[in-house]
């Protein structure tokens, strides 16, 4: 899996053991339903042209490990407002994303092991909330 900012044309590499979490619990088909006064239904529906989450997160603590290094990189990214990615599945998909910052936390960066200090290459688990534009 990679993650690449469109504006500075950097790439990183990620776990292909990163899980979409939520990738069967959208649609793109919405609808609104209400009564006219005169009792009648009317039902209005459409397709949605962007907002997929995209939510990628280890499936359990021993996967899907990122080096501190990835973690912070992924946070300075992350703290760019509107900063726009091209994320390429392992299966060949490729979407055009954002973080989802109005879902917070947009991204979670845990480490594996607890300490006082950390290095570069320790390794940390990381949850990202992304939205197909």
């Given at each position: 899996?990679?993650?690449?900012?469109?504006?500075?044309?950097?790439?990183?590499?990620?776990?292909?053991?990163?899980?979409?979490?939520?990738?069967?619990?959208?649609?793109?088909?919405?609808s609104?339903?209400?009564?006219?006064?005169?009792?009648?239904?009317?039902?209005?529906?459409?397709?949605?042209?962007?907002?997929?989450?995209?939510?990628?997160?280890?499936?359990?603590?021993?996967?899907?490990?990122?080096?501190?290094?990835?973690?912070?990189l992924?946070?300075?990214?992350?703290?760019?407002?509107?900063?726009?990615?091209?994320?390429?599945?392992?299966?060949?998909?490729?979407?055009?994303?954002?973080?989802?910052?109005?879902?917070?936390?947009?991204?979670?960066?845990?480490?594996?092991?607890?300490?006082?200090?950390?290095?570069?290459?320790?390794?940390?688990?990381?949850?990202?909330?992304?939205?197909?534009?």
């Amino acid at each position: 899996m990679i993650l690449r900012n469109i504006r500075l044309a950097q790439s990183l590499t990620l776990s292909h053991d990163l899980q979409w979490i939520d990738e069967h619990l959208w649609s793109p088909v919405v609808s609104n339903a209400e009564y006219t006064l005169g009792g009648a239904l009317l039902i209005e529906s459409a397709t949605r042209l962007a907002g997929r989450p995209i939510s990628l997160q280890p499936p359990d603590a021993e996967m899907a490990w990122h080096t501190r290094a990835t973690a912070d990189l992924l946070r300075s990214w992350a703290t760019v407002p509107g900063e726009q990615f091209i994320l390429s599945l392992d299966d060949g998909r490729i979407f055009t994303v954002v973080f989802r910052h109005h879902e917070p936390p947009a991204l979670e960066a845990d480490p594996v092991r607890k300490m006082a200090t950390y290095d570069a290459d320790d390794y940390w688990l990381i949850k990202l909330k992304f939205m197909e534009i």
